[in-house]
């Protein structure tokens, strides 16, 4: 089985879902961060995305990926 994917950041109403089922993992999926384009529709029994979702409140932890600089060589 496949697992599924968790989310890249911690903060949203737990259990929370809009009028048509769809979590916070959907609007993570479908919506660009900040939720400009579905955050403030569909609402559910605990109100928008925007007020559950951390990917649309802009609280998400960005994902940040380092990588190593070579140290420089001088000559001789």
Do not use: R
């Not at 919506?31 to 559910?44: I, M």
């Amino acid at each position: 089985p496949t697992p599924k994917p968790t989310s890249p950041c911690t903060g949203n109403t737990p259990d929370w879902v809009d009028e048509d089922g769809d979590g916070c993992e959907w609007y993570e999926s479908y919506d660009s961060p900040g939720c400009s384009f579905f955050g403030d529709e569909y609402e559910g029994t605990m109100g928008v995305a925007n007020d559950n979702c951390c990917y649309c409140t802009g609280t998400a932890a960005p994902v940040v990926t380092l990588s190593p600089t070579p140290f420089p060589s001088y000559p001789p």
